[in-house]
């Protein structure tokens, strides 16, 4: 069967040039990374995938309404006579460094409130999923975005990310990803100062008690287990059954998960999408053959 190819509405957003000052440019040195397809491993035909762009979009607007709302505030003295005022001022250059599990939103939830409050970025995108980053840059460009506050650097080259840390012109950090290069990131900041946010990795065990619904406890877990194939911080990285109904919620789930069909986003009937890359599965199977 012939595989299926992606296409945009608009083919102008798509593109693989790095957005500096605002002017699209390419490498100075000419290298490029290959990216692979499907990027993200989400399923087109599940609401997921497709709903991650209203859930991008929200933070947009979101934040443009917190932004008529940056108020200060006014605090007692212990001196008569005298009033303390305190006021918001945007901290200066952002830098931005996302995973590429959620490709528009984590990009949006950290642009947006860069922007209502005054600040320019520099984005590091994933090298797995560049273009939906490049795509939501030449969307701000088009809503009237100056160039000079939103800067997109694509790559693969980990000193970029170091750049971002280090630089004493990035005032403040905002990274998710893993704990153990949030960690690394964080003491990196420390030498310029900078305010640094950390979304690191999740710990979410999935606990089902021997009065629990089963088949709601084991539609909960395939959501929690399954949704983008497992590739979220927010998956379920155990399952502790109540012995007394371990069995029963075994079956339950094993016939579920054996429904599930693996293939191409835009194939018909596909429920999994695939693992974002070779190392991916690499550790997959490394947790199964722990498990059995």
Request: aromatic share 8%; charged share 20%.
């Amino acid at each position: 069967m012939e595989s299926k190819k992606y296409s945009l509405r608009d083919p102008s957003l798509f593109n693989s040039q790095g957005l500096i000052g605002g002017n699209w440019k390419f490498a100075p040195l000419g290298k490029t990374f290959p990216v692979i397809e499907p990027s993200t491993g989400e399923v087109l035909q599940q609401s997921e995938a497709r709903g991650e762009i209203t859930y991008a979009a929200s933070f947009i607007a979101w934040f443009a309404e917190e932004a008529t709302r940056s108020y200060g505030d006014t605090i007692p003295s212990s001196y008569q006579n005298t009033t303390v005022l305190t006021f918001k001022e945007p901290v200066g250059v952002c830098g931005i460094i996302t995973p590429w599990n959620f490709p528009a939103a984590m990009i949006t939830r950290k642009i947006a409130p860069a922007f209502a409050a005054g600040c320019s970025v520099v984005i590091k995108p994933p090298s797995e999923t560049p273009f939906s980053c490049i795509a939501l840059a030449k969307l701000a460009l088009k809503a009237g975005i100056p160039g000079s506050c939103l800067h997109v650097v694509p790559t693969k080259d980990r000193e970029a990310s170091l750049q971002l840390a280090t630089h004493h012109k990035v005032k403040k950090l905002s990274f998710t990803g893993s704990t153990g290069v949030g960690k690394m990131l964080a003491r990196m900041a420390t030498d310029t100062m900078k305010r640094v946010s950390m979304e690191l990795g999740g710990n979410a065990p999935f606990i089902v008690f021997e009065d629990a619904n089963l088949d709601l406890a084991v539609a909960g877990a395939m959501v929690s287990k399954f949704r983008s194939s497992g590739q979220t911080c927010v998956c379920a990285n155990r399952l502790l059954i109540h012995t007394s109904i371990v069995e029963e919620f075994t079956a339950k789930l094993v016939a579920k998960v054996e429904a599930l069909k693996l293939g191409s986003g835009l194939e018909e009937g596909t429920s999994q999408g695939p693992l974002v890359n070779a190392s991916a599965v690499k550790k997959v199977d490394a947790h199964v053959k722990d498990a059995i």
